[in-house]
């Protein structure tokens, strides 16, 4: 089976930066994504990485190399609204997306 | 009005219910799914259908049953159901099915399932 790994929680600072961490092992690579769900709410899309590098979209940033099954997705100048569960997902050579177990970030004043 | 919606948002039933969960989409897309999140576990794909037609059946016990009558609606009937059922069910939608690398996912708010 495919194992996409993430912490289970971290917690941070407004205004501060935060960077959530996803490890994968999978059977082979179409891609990576990351959502955004807040409690008792959708999930909603963030990024898509394909390619090794670093994508930018405004204070939300996602990192990808492909070599060590390795992505990050860095929060920067944090906001209480940005208090949320963050899932890492990959999608493999079947195609179907394996989740992790999502990432829950607190943001305190 | 979101892009997916799912109905009821709280459900609360006995192991010998029937019940539908409902979901529909407003968006235009041809593939619709369903995920089961349970607390601090991956979200677990349920089945996939790409118009109209399943394409996944992921192992899921036959005490749940897909329906797509179209490529705007998807329905989940229970029935004898566990308590280790009792999860968060979402439905998804992509404009296009897996494989076709236009399957970014927009979910719905999903239906909060208890099984007493």
Known sequence: ?109 | ETGVTQTPRHLVMGMTNKKSLKCEQHLGHNAMYWYKQSAKKPLELMFVYNFKEQTENNSVPSRFSPECPNSSHLFLHLHTLQPEDSALYLCASSQDGPGTGNEKLFFGSGTQLSVL
């Open chain 1, 1 to 109: 089976g495919q194992n996409i790994d993430q912490p289970t929680e971290m917690t941070a600072t407004e205004g501060a930066i935060v960077q959530i961490n996803c490890t994968y092992q999978t059977s082979g690579f179409n891609g990576l994504f990351w959502y955004q769900q807040h409690a008792g709410e959708a999930p909603t899309f963030l990024s898509y990485n394909v390619l090794d590098g670093l994508e930018e979209k405004g204070r939300f940033s996602s990192f990808l190399s492909r070599s060590k099954g390795y992505s990050y997705l860095l929060l920067k100048e944090l906001q209480m609204k940005d208090s949320a569960s963050y899932l890492c997902a990959v999608k493999a050579n079947d195609y179907k997306l394996s989740f992790g177990a999502g990432t829950t970030v607190t943001v305190r004043a």
